[in-house]
């Protein structure tokens, strides 16, 4: 129940495409869905979050768009470029937990010039 | 701002051995989180510690421990190396109760 399941494993686009990467959940009491970028060699580097009262949330090129009654959220990179290619990470934050996270196993996304 | 720092940067130990690897907060942040993450996996949450005080503690045995300094800098300590603790050592500071902002991580080798 605390699994955060993440889809798919690899992808590739096209520069100047759309990109999206799938999360589902199980557990409802999860309070806080952020996504990370993960670059070769670094760390992870938070992209943009989204709360469950909030359907949809745009920052820039990325969007997550989440569906509380399907228990989904997903990431959209609009208009991809080649210095997104790196691997994205959803997460769950567990309730009263000071932003313990659960994690997706990751997406590496390739785009192509 | 350094933003957070980890130390070393890699580091290989053969089975049995015993490590330290160290972490610095981001400036004005007073929670440290730790995870591992092995090769192509999401990062597993190890521990948190504020106020010198272990918080919140994941699935992960004894071997792993830690500790907060006055200054909010933190270590990690792994005894009893196994192969299967080969992974990326992830740190992450916070303010108590914000969002979490990550190091580059201690690569470990365990031979």
């Known amino acids: 129940q605390q699994q955060v399941k993440q889809s798919p494993q690899s992808l590739i686009v096209q520069k100047g495409g759309i990109s999206i990467i799938n999360c589902a959940y199980e557990n409802t009491a999860f309070d806080y869905f952020p996504w990370y970028q993960q670059f070769p060699g670094k760390g992870p580097a938070l992209l943009i979050a989204?709360?469950?009262d909030v359907s949809e949330k745009k920052e820039g090129r990325f969007t997550i768009s989440f569906n509380k009654s399907a228990k989904q959220f997903s990431l959209h990179i609009m208009d991809s470029q080649p210095g997104d290619s790196a691997t994205y990470f959803c997460a769950a934050s567990i309730p009263n937990s000071n932003y313990q996270l659960i994690w997706g196993a990751g997406t590496k996304l390739i785009i192509k010039p | 701002d350094a933003g957070v720092t980890q130390s070393p940067t890699h580091l290989i130990k053969t089975r049995g051995q015993q490590v330290t690897l160290r972490c610095s907060p981001k400036?004005?942040?007073?929670?440290v989180s730790w995870y591992q993450q092995a090769l192509g996996q999401g990062p597993q949450f190890i521990f948190q510690?504020?106020?010198?005080?272990?918080?919140q503690r994941g699935n992960f045995p004894d071997r792993f421990s830690g500790h907060q300094f006055p200054n909010y800098s933190s270590e990690l300590n792994v005894n009893a190396l196994l192969l299967g603790d080969s992974a990326l050592y992830l740190c992450a500071s916070s303010n108590f109760g914000n969002e979490q902002f990550f190091g580059p991580g201690t690569r470990l080798t365990v031979l």
């Open positions: 400036s004005g942040h007073d929670t």
């Open positions: 510690y504020y106020e010198e005080e272990e918080r």
């Open positions: 989204i709360r469950p």
